[in-house]
Structure formats: structure tokens, C-alpha cells
């Protein structure tokens, strides 16, 4: 069946937000009396957002003593300097222009958090038909209600969605939802994720303007 609309995930599939992110978790280090890290040391961790960024930064998890206070402190940063260098990947404006032409819906699935994604799709000027955030539903990717959610908000069926995304949980999350996922070979691809082709994803797409030919 033909896909009949396009769904993104945020960070790392539609825009790099890794230079902001990297930016307040390199603050927080600052401010703790600790050198920052090259920003390239850090993207494969950004699409874990905070718990990803202050584990690279700080060695801790959920559930350490010092956790939650570097979480809390990494995150007041972050809203202080959401989209300063966050930009679009390339190739991701042609993209979202060839949907519109061919009539095609598109919208964001992600797992950042509603005040910071706001941000961001305003300071892009993105105009997505539908935003599904992280505080959107009661759970987050891997669980496919937020991708359940997006198809409502479309009025499709999730099996005549497509999406794109450069994590293991985004394609676990399409695949569960009953959407067609397909990995990106740009992004973040956390460390622990394995890679995209270890993902069971229907393709891996080496840049955005490949798309097309799957719909």
C-alpha cells in the first residue's frame, strides 16, 4: 500500500540538534570545574536527549545520586539556548518541499519534550501537519502510541504512514505501530543501537532526497 503521509523523528532525522545540545551539557561541565568535550564525542548520544548527554558528559544513569541534578541543571541550559546552531540536515528542505508538491503530509514524532521541540519547529519555520512530543502520549518511543497518536491526528491508518528515523527506537516503535520505518544512514545512531541495518528497517536511506523513491 502507498504511503500517504511522512513522519520524522526530531534529532537526527530532521534537524542536528547536536550542536545545542552539546553546547548546554558542555556548560554544565564547565560550571562542575570539568574540561568540554568535542561535539563530536557527544552526537552519537544526542538522540537520547538528556539522560543520554548527561551519561556521555557524567557517567551517570537513572537511579545514580547525582543524577537527577545534572538532568535538571543540563535541561535549564538547554531551554536557555534550544535552537541557537540547531539546524536542518541537508537535503531535508528539498525533501519536505518534493512532499508538498506531490501533496503529501508530514509531521514529527519525537521524544523531546514539548517546550523544546515548540522551539525548534518555530525557529526552523517548519509548518508539519502534525507534533507528537515526548509528553504527548503517556509513553515514549519505543511504544508506538506516539506514533498511534500521529496517525489519529493525520486521520490515517498507521499502515499507510511512513517513517524515518536514525534510532533503533524510532524503527521499533514505526514496526510496532504497524508503519512502514525506514532508517537513516545521517544522524546520531547511538552507540549502543547497533547499526541501521542491523535495525529490520524496510531500507536504509543514505540521504534525505532518497526517500522519493519509496513513495
Known amino acids: 500500500m502507498p504511503s500517504r503521509a511522512v513522519l520524522f523523528d526530531l534529532d537526527g532525522t530532521l534537524a542536528d540538534t547536536a550542536p545545542d545540545l552539546a ?4 556548560r554544565l561541565r564547565t560550571e562542575q570545574g570539568l574540561e568540554p568535550l568535542p561535539i563530536e564525542r557527544l552526537r552519537p548520544f544526542a538522540s537520547a536527549g538528556a539522560r543520554g548527554l548527561v551519561h556521555a558528559g557524567f557517567g551517570v544513569k537513572p537511579g545514580d545520586a547525582d543524577y537527577d541534578a545534572l538532568r535538571e541543571a543540563f535541561l535549564e541550559f538547554y531551554r536557555d539556548h534550544t535552537c541557537v546552531e540547531t539546524r536542518l540536515f541537508p537535503g531535508i528542505a528539498e525533501l ?3 512532499l508538498a508538491r506531490r ?3 508530514w509531521g514529527i514524532v519525537t521524544n523531546k519534550a514539548t517546550r523544546f521541540t515548540d522551539r525548534i519547529v518555530e525557529a526552523l519555520g517548519l509548518k508539519p501537519a502534525c507534533v507528537v512530543c515526548g509528553d504527548t502520549t503517556e509513553h515514549l518511543k519505543p511504544h508506538p502510541a506516539p506514533m498511534r497518536h500521529a496517525a489519529g491526528q493525520l486521520a490515517l491508518p498507521a499502515s499507510e504512514c ?6 533503533l527506537r524510532d524503527v521499533q516503535a514505526a514496526i510496532a505501530a504497524g508503519m512502514r520505518a525506514i532508517a537513516v544512514a545521517w544522524g546520531y ?4 543501537g547497533g547499526g541501521p541495518r542491523s535495525w529490520k528497517a524496510e531500507a536504509v536511506i543514505a540521504q534525505p532526497g532518497d ?3 519509496f513513495l
Open 211 to 213: 526517500l522519493i523513491a
Open 162 to 167: 511512513l517513517y524515518l528515523g536514525d534510532d
Open 189 to 192: 545512531h547511538h552507540p549502543e
Open 96 to 98: 519536505l518541499e518534493a
Open 23 to 26: 553546547g548546554a551539557l558542555n
Open 103 to 105: 501533496g503529501l503530509p
